[in-house]
């Protein structure tokens, strides 16, 4: 199927996927019954893995469980998390526990079951560079494979703010790192900075230890005005819908990036069964231990600096919002940055880099995609480069969101395959406006 031989004696393969998260495990698990389309997946890490150092006891799914790999594209799928549940035999058990959410340990180990029951997907295997000449070639650190189309799915990689001190290193550490890092803090200062789930989660974490583990003080910082919940109400999940995202990606740059600021708590606020958890363990801890300075909370501030040593300790200097001209000091032997994530680099690509055109300025813009996900570039419209959770600025909060991820897969196979998929029925809010030909007519 190339406009030229591939290299000798390399496989070749209508697609080739790098990174295998839950975004590329979703398309190979859709592809798995399609031989057609033949596909392998490489991942450096030696084995699956999803936010494992994030699974504090009682976290939970922000999201319904038929929001998994495949459900919301294919129902009848392998890899649904139902299958799971039947497969590992304890689907009963799961129905009689009611769970108001999913536990996100078991949601993370219904990953791995589908990673491991897929023979495309290949660990511990770097890819090194991708470079085209008719056909893809994908040179990992052992092999060297051709491919017709290429999916990048490699995740995002932890943030820290950009501020002067903020590190990952002995005495700082990112949320990511929770379960291993945040052990021996008995007796210890440490605060939590970003307001969202994930710093609500270590901050309830924390304050819920064991006397014998539990710090002398746990801080929450955060730069939003409140400790605000997700906006997980019917009308606000429209914006989680496949017709919101096609109506989204042609709204002009500037409206994108308007609404997706406007919007955000509908993805990134902290669910409301969390937040009660936080206080109720706050008043037990204040009225019924009689730990009364246990716990300090600062919304509306922003860390602005960071001095210190991991022997000493550190002062964070802290700007309130609502007064800038004054700076706060508080002082940490332990800081837990909960500030998100960010799409990482991609110098594997550099052979191909400047054929891949931006959406926006620089070379830190998001690469554009079409209606499909497929990168636009200059090469041959058959040979293709899909793009998975990197185009939140083109697609909206949902990009990264478990939401639509079966759907943007079912997108990229029937582009791979050349076919088209109904569409489910559209939401009843009516995005676009009307041309005057296409007036409501009344009744």
């Not at 009660?276 to 231990?289: G, H, P």
């Not at 909206?396 to 569409?423: E, H």
Request: proline share 6%.
């Amino acid at each position: 199927m190339g406009d030229s031989v591939p290299e000798g004696g390399s496989e070749h393969f209508t697609c080739v996927g790098i990174g295998i998260g839950p975004a590329n495990l979703s398309l190979a698990s859709l592809l798995y019954d399609h031989p057609e389309v033949p596909n392998v997946f490489f991942d450096r890490k030696e084995s699956f893995g999803w936010h494992d150092g994030q699974l504090a006891p009682g976290v939970t799914l922000q999201v319904s469980m038929v929001k998994d790999l495949v459900t919301l594209a294919d129902p009848g799928n392998r890899f649904s998390f139902l299958a799971y549940l039947y497969a590992e035999g304890k689907i009963y058990h799961y129905l009689n526990a009611q769970f108001d959410a999913v536990p996100r340990s078991e949601f993370r180990n219904y990953l791995e079951w589908a990673s491991r029951r897929n023979a495309n997907l290949v660990f511990g295997e770097n890819v090194l560079s991708v470079d085209f000449d008719g056909v893809f070639t994908v040179r990992t650190g052992t092999r060297t494979v051709t491919a017709d189309n290429v999916v990048l799915g490699v995740g995002r990689e932890p943030k820290l703010p950009d501020v002067p001190g903020a590190e990952r290193g002995d005495g700082q550490f990112h949320v990511c790192d929770l379960v291993d890092r945040a052990r021996g803090l008995g007796g210890k200062r440490v605060w939590v900075v970003g307001g969202g789930q994930s710093g609500a989660e270590a901050f309830l974490d924390l304050i819920s230890r064991p006397a014998t583990e539990l710090p002398r003080r746990v801080g929450w910082i955060t730069r939003r005005r409140n400790y605000f919940p997700l906006d997980d109400s019917p009308f606000s999940n429209d914006y989680y819908m496949p017709c919101y995202s096609e109506y989204f990606s042609g709204l002009p740059g500037a409206t994108r990036d308007l609404l997706n600021n406007r919007h955000l708590l509908t993805s990134d606020g902290i669910s409301e069964a969390t937040l009660r958890a936080i206080y109720q363990r706050m008043y037990e801890r204040r009225f019924v231990d009689g730990a009364a300075d246990l716990m300090a909370l600062l919304p509306n501030r922003e860390v602005v600096r960071v001095a210190g040593d991991p022997a000493g300790g550190w002062d964070l200097s802290l700007v309130h919002n609502d007064h800038p001209g004054t700076v706060e000091t508080v002082e940490a032997d332990v800081i837990v940055w909960a500030t998100g994530f960010a799409p990482p680099r991609m110098d594997f690509l550099a052979p191909i880099a400047g054929r891949l055109e931006r959406d926006g300025t620089g070379a830190d813009g998001e690469f554009k995609i079409d209606r499909d996900f497929a990168l636009r570039w200059d090469g041959p419209p058959n040979r293709n480069i899909f793009v998975q959770n990197g185009a939140r600025r083109q697609r909206g909060l949902a990009d990264s969101n478990l939401s639509l991820l079966a759907w943007r897969s079912q997108r990229i196979v029937d582009r791979l395959r050349g076919v088209r998929t109904d569409p489910q029925i559209e939401s009843f809010l009516e995005w676009s406006p009307k041309l005057p030909a296409q007036r409501v007519q009344e009744v």
